[in-house]
């Protein structure tokens, strides 16, 4: 990687900062959930186009942008994510969301500016003759639901002519002008658990002539991570979570129907293979002596991001590159879920966190309402992702 590449990145990344945080605004105060957004998509689409770039549209969101030439190798390709949550918001910030119940809280209006800023880097480096390879960037729906936008665009060909692939995600709980990078498994699997139980109903006075919906969903949430913890190795990192439950209406009747839904997530991909029949099963003879029926739902969501040894090196490199030899720091696997998972089962990749918490700030924690990011991260980030496809075309095993 040349001087001259490095400050060509530098400055054009500072020309468009004052556009990138624009966008990142305007993108948080209209958060489009999973597979609606289309006003987001259009957004990107604009400003790529504007700047002389050929898109592709997805369906029914999403775009692909590709820069430069292929040649014989394939290109490179980055990725970024559009969606929102169904979360409302509570930051105050004069940008707040405008749609009732949704709201930007993983930082995705984030990665969205930095991918462009990134692809607009990278489409000056090709017209100054300073690109060394071909570079594709996924604009990706969905992230947010299982199962995921990955799967469904790379269905529409995405991934095809990559050589390998790249990503980055926000970390609120690392300073601002660091990223976090780890080789190997950095996330964790993430599939859905749905269990619905059903009886007659009755009076809370006579539960022992009905099934008592309630009390048994009590014993699901109790008992089930209990009987994964001693039939899986705890080493395997299995956490079992549940983040919704429901049931009646009145506190002296023991309704007829009631559910509970959760997260069940692994570190190791040999368990996630185990896991979920393991919980269901588990289920099935948790609710037995209950005299109540149930509907037991898993859905196989997604696998670790298993991050390949030499993309580490590529993207640490080009981090570097940006902000110095501090500017990288060992990371922790995390139990979150991650769709990019489903690239790096066929292509060679890595993703790395990129530090959005202001020095000396609060630490704030993802898909909460109240999170925020320091805005000098869209810039650096920018940086980083241009300079990835320059070191992943650069720095190869071969």
């Known amino acids: 990687m040349t001087a001259r590449i490095r400050e060509l990145v530098r400055e054009v990344a500072h020309r468009l900062e004052p556009q990138l945080i624009a966008v990142r605004r305007d993108l948080h105060a209209h958060p489009e959930v999973s597979f609606a957004e289309h006003r987001s998509t259009a957004v990107v689409a604009d400003a790529l186009r504007d700047a002389g ?21 394939g290109r490179v390709g980055l990725r970024a994510d ?23 809280a993983c930082g995705h209006d984030l990665h969205t ?4 800023g990134a692809a607009l880097i990278l489409a ?64 964790a699997s993430s599939d859905t658990l749905t269990v619905t139980v059903r009886s007659p109903g009755g009076h809370t006075s006579r539960p022992h002539v009905t099934g008592d919906v309630v009390f048994a ?44 839904k959760g997260t069940l997530r692994c570190l190791d991909t040999a368990a996630w293979d185990r896991a ?9 003879h948790v609710l037995a002596p209950l005299a109540v029926e149930a509907d037991i739902e898993h859905v196989r969501g997604l696998p670790p991001v ?21 500017g990288v720091i060992a990371t922790e696997q995390s139990l979150g879920g991650e769709d990019f998972a489903w690239f790096l089962t066929r292509l060679p990749g890595a993703m790395i966190r990129l530090g959005t918490r202001t020095p000396g700030g609060e630490s704030h924690d993802l898909h909460r309402g109240d999170v925020v990011f320091d805005e000098r991260a869209i810039a650096l980030g920018a940086q980083v992702m241009a300079m990835t496809a320059v070191t992943a075309a650069t720095l190869r095993p071969d």
């Not at 970390?171 to 976090?180: C, E, I, L, Q, T």
């Not at 039939?231 to 129907?257: C, F, K």
């Not at 991050?307 to 570097?320: C, G, H, L």
Request: with cysteine; net charge negative.
């Open 113 to 116: 500016a930095i991918g462009l």
């Open 53 to 73: 770039l050929t898109v592709r549209l997805l369906e029914p969101t999403g775009l692909t942008c590709d820069i430069g030439s292929a040649g014989e190798r």
């Open 82 to 104: 559009l969606d929102a949550l169904p979360i409302p918001e509570q930051t105050g910030l004069a940008f707040a969301s405008r749609v009732a119940g949704v709201s930007h």
């Open 276 to 284: 979920g029949p393991i919980a269901v099963d588990a289920i099935r």
């Open 124 to 187: 000056e480096l090709d017209r100054a003759g300073e690109l060394p390879m071909g570079v594709r960037y996924v604009f990706q729906p969905a992230e947010e639901v299982q199962p995921g936008g990955a799967q469904h665009i790379m269905a529409q060909g995405v991934l095809d002519g990559l050589e390998q692939v790249f990503a980055l995600h926000c970390d609120p709980k690392v300073d601002v002008g660091h990223v976090g990078s780890k080789p190997g498994p950095i996330t």
């Open 306 to 326: 298993v991050n390949t040894p030499w993309q580490v090196v590529a993207i640490e490199s080009a981090a570097r590159a940006v902000l110095g030899d501090d």
């Open 217 to 260: 969903l009590g014993q699901v949430i109790t008992q089930t991570g209990a009987v994964l913890d001693r039939r899986l190795d705890a080493r395997q990192g299995v956490n079992l979570t549940w983040g919704m439950v429901g049931a009646g209406h009145a506190p002296n009747a023991i309704p007829s129907e009631g559910f509970v």
